[in-house]
Each structure stands twice: as C-alpha cells, then as structure tokens.
C-alpha cells in the first residue's frame, strides 16, 4: 500500500520556524523526486520545492529561496521541509508528492500526502 503521510504543521508566529515531514509507507522515496506543493485559501496550489531522486538537487519557488530547506533522510524513508522566517503570506495547506522527476521545484507527481496545515499569526 503506497502512502505518504504528513506531520509537522501548525501555528507559529511570523519570524518562526516549522518542519514538516513526509514519510513513505509502501515504497522507497530514495527512487522517487519528491516536491513540496501549497494551497492558500481562495488560492490554486502553487508547487514551492523539490528534490531530485537521482543527485538530491534541490530547486525553490523564488518566494521561498532562501527561507525554506527541502532534505531527504533516506535511513528513515522520509523528506523534510525546513521553513524558517515564516511569514503570514506562507499560511496554507501544505503538500508533499512523489514522482519521477523534478521539472525545476515542480514535481512531476505521482502519489500526494494528504496535506497539513500551516498558520502563520500573531
């Protein structure tokens, strides 16, 4: 049975820190590209990160380079994204995916978590 399973979200003030995870049941997320993908209410899902399967490179959305960290620990099947100096624009539902291959920070997405929500507010 193929999953992704989030965990990490929450609230946390502007200038605070999160790291989400992403865990693989199923299969081994070491083969696969995995991305990082958000959805702010009212808002269409915007891909933000991803990393690459084959090197581990690593690509950002220009409104998150800089801030946010994509990383793979692949001993524990699972990928994280680090967010740091959060601010309330970054509020939303976020998404991990895996799939075959990174199209700059898109992930060309196969199988999704099921997404964990992000708060930025004082």
């Known amino acids: 049975q193929l999953q992704l399973v989030q965990s990490g979200g929450g609230l946390v003030q502007p200038g605070g820190s999160l790291r989400l995870s992403c865990a693989a049941s199923g299969f081994t997320l070491e083969s696969f590209a995995v991305g990082w993908s958000r959805q702010a209410p009212g808002k269409e899902r915007e891909p933000i990160s991803c990393?690459?399967?084959?090197?581990?490179?690593?690509s950002y959305k220009g409104a998150v380079k800089g801030r946010f960290t994509i990383s793979r620990d692949n001993a524990k099947n699972t990928v994280y994204l680090q967010m740091n100096s959060l601010k309330p624009e970054d509020t939303g539902v976020y998404y991990c995916?895996?799939?075959?291959?990174?199209?700059?920070?898109?992930?060309?997405?196969?199988?999704w978590g099921q997404g964990t929500p992000v708060t930025v507010s004082s």
């Open positions: 990393i690459s399967s084959s090197d581990g490179n690593t």
């Open positions: 995916a895996a799939g075959r291959a990174c199209s700059g920070y898109v992930c060309l997405a196969d199988y």
